[in-house]
């Protein structure tokens, strides 16, 4: 079964300083992993994707995530981070097609990012 | 500009009283989606649809319904049934058929609270 967890509900940085958030996986299949970004009242922006390609995915905004399959994880960073950043950052799995759940999203419970001045 | 619309952006509601969320995309997408946000509690599926005329219930389908009349169309009515509305909605569309990953696009969200 398929299931995500982000390990920081809270994460807080100061402007200029490096973000990590992070994000383990499960998955019996070859997963889809995606992040996506929600600023206050806001829907969501997808921020980046990795589908099977090159395991390090850049975004937008300067984001980038590695997809680890030896430690099911799917970091997201940013070498520095500016004041607009401050959001909700959630990480989500979802297994292929011929895996047979018709290809449901699976949402971690966000990360809530601060960003200090 | 393509996009998804959802309307209104605030939505006040009685107890007892049915009301429709409107969403509306334009990217030609197959398969829409209706999600609950609560705090702390991520995103939780309610109904979906992969094509005109057919929709699956998600998580949290009780108190809920939707049709799915139009391609472009998804309304999502909170019934007097559903215990606690009071919520962020939002819904989204992706491609189906051809792609071999959900990528989901999202509109700006409904924020329904009942009096």
């Known amino acids: 079964a398929q299931s995500v967890t982000q390990l920081d509900s809270h994460v807080s940085v100061s402007e200029g300083t490096p973000v990590l958030l992070r994000c383990n996986y499960s998955?019996?299949?070859?997963?889809?992993l995606f992040w996506y970004v929600q600023h206050p009242n806001k829907g969501l922006q997808l921020l980046l994707k990795y589908t099977s390609a090159a395991t390090l995915v850049k975004g937008i905004n300067g984001f980038e995530a590695e997809f680890k399959k030896s430690e099911t994880s799917f970091h997201l960073t940013k070498p520095s981070a500016h004041m607009s950043d401050a959001a909700e950052y959630f990480c989500v799995v979802s297994d292929p097609i011929n895996a047979g759940n018709n290809r449901k999203l699976i949402w971690g419970l966000g990360t809530s990012l601060a960003v200090n001045p | 500009d393509g996009g998804i619309t959802q309307s209104p952006k605030y939505l006040f509601r009685k107890e007892g009283q049915n009301v429709t969320l409107s969403c509306e995309q334009n990217l030609n997408h197959d398969a829409m989606y209706w999600y609950r946000q609560d705090p702390g509690q991520g995103l939780r599926l309610i109904y979906y649809?992969?094509?005109?005329?057919?929709?699956q219930k998600g998580d949290i389908a009780e108190g809920y319904s939707v049709s799915r009349e139009k391609k472009e169309s998804f309304p999502l009515t909170v019934t007097s049934a559903q215990k606690n509305p009071t919520a962020f909605y939002l819904c989204?569309?992706?491609?189906?058929?051809?792609?071999?990953?959900?990528?989901?696009?999202f509109g700006p969200g409904t924020r329904l609270t009942v009096l």
């Open positions: 998955s019996s299949y070859s997963p889809s």
């Open positions: 649809s992969q094509i005109v005329n057919d929709f």
């Open positions: 989204a569309s992706s491609m189906w058929v051809a792609a071999t990953y959900n990528e989901q696009f």
